[in-house]
C-alpha cells in the first residue's frame, strides 16, 4: 500500500475513525498495531513473517541484555540481535549481489563458476526496519536507553505504519515513550498533520512524478548520448525528483503520525540550501546520517583517535552508508564521493578556519556544493557504471556531435521546477515550516492547500512507488 493511493485514502479514514473512538488505550495500540500489519502486508503478506521474527527477536535479546550478568553474556545476546537482524537484511538485500561478484571474482581468476540464480525478492523497507530494531538493542546494549515495559509498546514502535517501510529511521526512545499514555490529536494538530500530508503528496504526485521523472528517465533509460545540456538537466531533473519523492513520503509519514498525536522527527531540512558537505548531511535524510554517526562512525573512532583514524571511519562510513542504498557498486561509489568531498571539507576548514565567508561567496559556496552533489546523483541513478560515465562525459561537455534528447520547451520547464525547488530552499534555509505557517495570514494557507489538493488529484495516475522502496 502506497501512500499516494486511493486504498491508502480509505485505509487512513478507517484509522483515524477508530482512533478517535472511545476505546481503551490498549485496544487503540492493538488497532493501530493490526492496521500496521494489514498497511505492511498489502505488498506481500508472507513478509510480515520478517517483521515478526525481527520483533520477537529484538524483544528477547534487549530482555537477556538487562537480566545478564556477565558482560560476556550481554555480548551474546547484542549478537544474537545484530546477526539475525544483519543476516536477514544481508540474505534479502546482497544475497544475489554476493553471488555474483563472487563469480566474477571466479572469473577474473580463471575459474569457471556460474552463481545460480536465487530471484530472491526484496521485501519492502526492510533496510528501514532493521536499522529501527538494531537501534533498540544496541541503545539497550550501551545503556543509553531501558526496554520497552510492555511487548505492545515495542511491537507497535517496530511496526508503526507510518515510519515502516521508507522511515524516518525511528530511535525507541523517540517513539516508545509516546506510546506510554493516551494521544490523541487536537484540532490544531488535526489539521497541520493533514496540511503536511498535503503537502508530502504534492512534492511526490505532482513535482516528483508528473514534473520531473520524465526528464530524468529520458536520459538516463535510452540507449542515446546525452549532450552537456541533456546531461545537466537530466542530472538536475532527477536531483528534483528524489528530493520531491523521499521529503515527501517524509512529509506525509510524519503529518500521518501527526494526526493520530504521534511526533516524529524531521528527515530534511532543505538540503539543496547546504555550504558544505557537512551541512548537506545535516538536511538530508537527517535520520539515516544521524544512525550512521551514532552507530558506525563513533564506534569506529569517530573524531578520537587522530586524523588517519578519522578519515578511515568517515570513508568507511560513508562506503557502507552507499552500500544501504542498494546492492550495486554505483551505489558505493556514490557513497564514496561523499565520502572524499567530507574529508576534503575537512581539510580545508582545518586549513582555512579563520576564513569567514561574505554573503557573495556564502551563495557560491553553496551552488557549488549544488553542483557537486549532482555529480554523485549520477551513480545514484544510472543503472550501471557504463551509463553513469556517459553521463558524466557530457555534463564534462565530451559528447560532442551528439543529438538533443530533452526538446527546449521540457528543458525550460525543468529549469523553472528545479530553480523553483533551490530558490525555496534558500528561501527557507533558517526557517521551519511551522514558523513560516504561523505568520501567514489564514486565507493563503487555505488557498495553498486547495490549489495543492487540486493539482493531487488533477495528477493522480497510477500510484507509483516511492524511489526508497526500493532500499
Not at 505488498?43 to 524483544?59: C, Q
Not at 558506525?296 to 542504498?325: K, V
Request: aromatic content about 16%.
Amino acid at each position: 500500500m502506497v501512500f499516494n493511493s486511493l486504498t491508502f485514502v480509505v485505509f487512513f479514514a478507517l484509522v483515524l475513525a477508530l482512533h478517535s473512538m472511545p476505546f481503551g488505550w490498549t485496544t487503540k495500540k492493538v488497532n493501530l498495531l493490526i492496521a500496521s500489519y494489514i498497511f505492511y502486508a498489502a505488498w506481500n503478506p508472507p513478509f510480515v513473517f520478517l517483521l515478526w521474527i525481527s520483533t520477537v527477536v529484538d524483544w528477547y535479546a534487549a530482555q537477556g541484555l538487562v537480566k545478564a550478568q556477565r558482560q560476556s553474556h550481554r555480548h551474546a545476546w547484542m549478537l544474537l540481535s545484530v546477526i539475525a537482524n544483519l543476516g536477514m537484511l544481508g540474505y534479502f538485500k546482497y544475497g544475489q549481489f554476493l553471488l555474483d561478484n563472487f563469480s566474477a571474482l571466479m572469473a577474473s581468476l580463471g575459474v569457471a563458476y556460474q552463481a545460480p540464480h536465487s530471484d530472491i525478492v526484496l521485501p519492502v523497507g526492510i533496510s528501514f526496519y532493521t536499522f529501527a530494531t538494531l537501534s533498540y538493542t544496541l541503545d539497550v546494549y550501551l545503556r543509553r536507553a531501558v526496554p520497552a515495559r510492555n511487548f505492545l509498546d515495542y511491537a507497535l514502535f517496530v511496526t508503526f505504519f507510518p515510519h515502516l517501510v521508507a522511515g524516518p529511521i525511528m530511535r525507541p526512545t523517540e517513539l516508545v515513550p509516546q506510546f506510554a499514555e493516551p494521544r490523541r490529536a487536537s484540532a490544531n494538530q488535526l489539521r497541520f498533520g493533514l496540511a503536511l500530508m498535503t503537502l508530502g503528496l504534492f512534492n511526490k504526485v505532482v513535482l516528483a512524478d508528473s514534473f520531473l521523472a520524465g526528464a530524468a528517465e529520458k536520459v538516463y533509460d535510452v540507449d542515446k548520448i546525452p549532450g552537456a545540456l541533456d546531461a545537466w538537466f537530466g542530472t538536475l531533473a532527477f536531483s528534483g525528483q528524489i528530493f520531491c519523492d523521499f521529503a515527501g513520503y517524509s512529509t506525509t509519514a510524519i503529518g500521518a503520525a501527526m494526526c493520530l498525536g504521534f511526533a516524529m522527527p524531521d528527515n530534511f531540512r532543505f538540503p539543496y540550501a547546504a555550504v558544505g558537505f557537512s551541512d548537506f548531511w545535516r538536511r538530508w535524510h537527517i535520520t539515516l546520517s544521524s544512525w550512521l554517526r551514532d552507530y558506525l562512525y563513533i564506534p569506529l573512532g569517530g573524531n578520537r583517535h587522530g586524523e588517519a583514524r578519522t578519515y578511515a571511519a568517515l570513508m568507511t562510513t560513508m562506503l557502507l552508508g552507499g552500500l544501504w542504498h542498494g546492492a550495486n557498486w554505483t551505489f558505493v561509489v556514490w557513497g564514496g564521493l561523499h565520502g572524499l568531498y567530507l574529508a576534503v571539507e575537512r581539510v580545508l576548514r582545518t586549513r582555512f578556519s579563520n576564513y569567514r565567508p561574505g554573503p557573495l561567496a556564502f551563495v557560491a559556496l553553496g551552488l557549488l556544493t549544488y553542483a557537486l552533489v549532482n555529480l554523485t546523483w549520477v551513480f545514484f541513478r544510472a543503472k550501471t557504471f557504463g551509463k553513469a560515465w556517459v553521463v558524466l562525459h557530457g555534463m564534462l561537455g565530451m559528447n560532442a556531435g551528439t543529438k538533443p534528447i530533452l526538446a527546449t520547451p521540457l528543458l525550460v520547464f525543468v529549469a523553472a521546477i528545479v530553480g523553483g525547488i533551490v530558490l525555496t530552499h534558500w528561501l527557507m534555509r533558517a526557517r521551519t515550516l511551522e514558523s513560516v505557517v504561523a505568520r501567514a495570514h489564514p486565507a493563503a494557507i487555505c488557498a495553498v492547500w486547495a490549489l495543492m489538493a487540486f493539482a493531487i488529484v488533477a495528477a493522480q495516475g497510477e500510484g507509483n512507488a516511492f524511489i526508497y522502496f526500493q532500499f
